[in-house]
Structure formats: structure tokens, C-alpha cells
């Protein structure tokens, strides 16, 4: 089975420094990964995804992610924090078609970093 | 272009009472998937649809039933409503099943009340 560890509940960090959003993964084979944001009561925004290649992804709104098959982790990262990326991250795993088992378009999700950005 | 598109955006429905949620994928893309998200919680998994036939499912109950339509829009049911059905209901679309490599595009979701 798939999981997905997002192991800080909530992120803090001043406007204008790095920001960190941690994600790790379980599963068998090579994984497909996934960013997406949620803002209040509103839908997931994808950010970015990792599927071969480069293991640094970049995505939208000047985010990037850094694929480490060694640590099975898969950080979100911003170089420069703004107010307006405070919101509800999550990391999101999908196995190969040739190894889901019939699973279909699953996405497996963690359970979610909320990320706050203080001016 | 318009993105995957929900209905309702709220609701509220009594326990023991049935629930249909609608979505219309974004155009060209065959797939839709559904998912629950709990507050609080990361989405769960419930059914994937794909040219009208379910691919997969989620660990839900009987009481989750969906479908696909020839124009690709798809409606989740869930009959006989608990508490604990009360979350809000995201349908997703991607270009196709095939490739596990396209990405999913969510809707605004689907917020459902049981009292």
C-alpha cells in the first residue's frame, strides 16, 4: 500500500525568507508526486509534479520541489515567502499505471501542512 | 477555458436522506475521479470513471455509487446519509487513465452538511 507523511502540521515563517513545506513517501516501485494547494473553502490547485527526469521540479507561483529516492521525500520550497502563499499544503502520491492494480487515477494524499507567512 | 465544474457548492441534508452531486470535467479530459476530504483531513480516494466504466474504487461503502455520462460529466450518489458523510466532495478530471503521469485537476468541490 501507498502512503504519504507530511510530518509538520502547520509551517511558519516570515515574509521574504525561505519556506520549507516537508513531505515523505511509501510505496513500491518509482512514484509519480504531486503538489497541490487549498486555499479556504475552495477546491486543490495544482503546484507541480515530479515524474522522471530532473529530481527539481519547478511549478507554479515560484515553487519547486526536490525529489530525493534515497530519503523517499519529496520537499516542497520557495526561495521567498510571500503573505499570499498562506494556505493548506499537501503532498500527493500515484503509482505507474503498470503497477496500480487497477487503482485508476488514485492519488494517494497526506494529511496536509498548513503554511502561514507573517509579514 | 472552464475548469472542472461542480454542483452544488452547498448543501445540507438530513440523516437518512439521499445526495447526488454533479461535475463536468474540463473539456477533453475522459477521466473523472471522486474524493471525500474530511476537515481536517487529506482527500480520500472514492471512484475513478473513465469512458463511462468504473476503474476504481476507494475503501467507501455501498451507500457511494457513481456514474459517467457519454459527454463525460459524471454524478457521485450516496444514499441513507450520516454524520460522518458530511465533508466536502471533490470531483477531479484528467486527460485520460492510461498515463498515471497526467495531472488531476480538481474542482471547487461540493461542501454537504448531514444533520
Known amino acids: 500500500a501507498q502512503s504519504v507523511a507530511q510530518p509538520e502540521d502547520q509551517v511558519n515563517v516570515a515574509e521574504g525568507n525561505p519556506l520549507t513545506v516537508k513531505c515523505t513517501y511509501s510505496?513500491?516501485?518509482?512514484?509519480?508526486l504531486f503538489w497541490y494547494v487549498q486555499y479556504p473553502n475552495r477546491g486543490l490547485q495544482f503546484l507541480l509534479k515530479?515524474?522522471?527526469?530532473?529530481?527539481l521540479v519547478k511549478g507554479s507561483y515560484g515553487f519547486e520541489a526536490e525529489f530525493n529516492k534515497s530519503q523517499t521525500s519529496f520537499h516542497l520550497k520557495k526561495p521567498s515567502a510571500l503573505v499570499s502563499d498562506s494556505a493548506l499544503y499537501f503532498c500527493?502520491?500515484?503509482?505507474?499505471?503498470?503497477?496500480?492494480?487497477?487503482?485508476?487515477?488514485?492519488?494517494?494524499f497526506g494529511g496536509g501542512t498548513r503554511l502561514m507567512v507573517k509579514p | 477555458d472552464a475548469g472542472v465544474t461542480q454542483s452544488p457548492t452547498h448543501l445540507i441534508k438530513t440523516r437518512g436522506q439521499h445526495v447526488t452531486l454533479r461535475c463536468s470535467p474540463i473539456s477533453g479530459h475522459k477521466s473523472v475521479s471522486w474524493y471525500q476530504q474530511v476537515l481536517g483531513q487529506g482527500p480520500q480516494f472514492i471512484f475513478q470513471?473513465?469512458?463511462?466504466?468504473?476503474?476504481g474504487r476507494g475503501n467507501f461503502p455501498d451507500r457511494f455509487s457513481a456514474r459517467q455520462f457519454p459527454n463525460y460529466s459524471s454524478e457521485l450518489n450516496v444514499n441513507a446519509l450520516l454524520l460522518g458523510d458530511s465533508a466536502l466532495y471533490l470531483c477531479?478530471?484528467?486527460?485520460?487513465?492510461?498515463?498515471?503521469?497526467?495531472?488531476?485537476?480538481f474542482g471547487e468541490g461540493s461542501w454537504l452538511t448531514v444533520v
Open positions: 500527493a502520491v500515484r503509482l505507474p499505471q503498470f503497477l496500480n492494480n487497477n487503482a485508476g487515477n488514485m492519488l494517494t
Open positions: 470513471y473513465y469512458e463511462k466504466e468504473e476503474r
Open positions: 510505496v513500491s516501485g518509482n512514484p509519480y
Open positions: 515530479y515524474i522522471t527526469g530532473d529530481n
Open positions: 477531479a478530471s484528467s486527460l485520460s487513465r492510461i498515463f498515471s503521469g497526467n495531472t488531476i485537476y
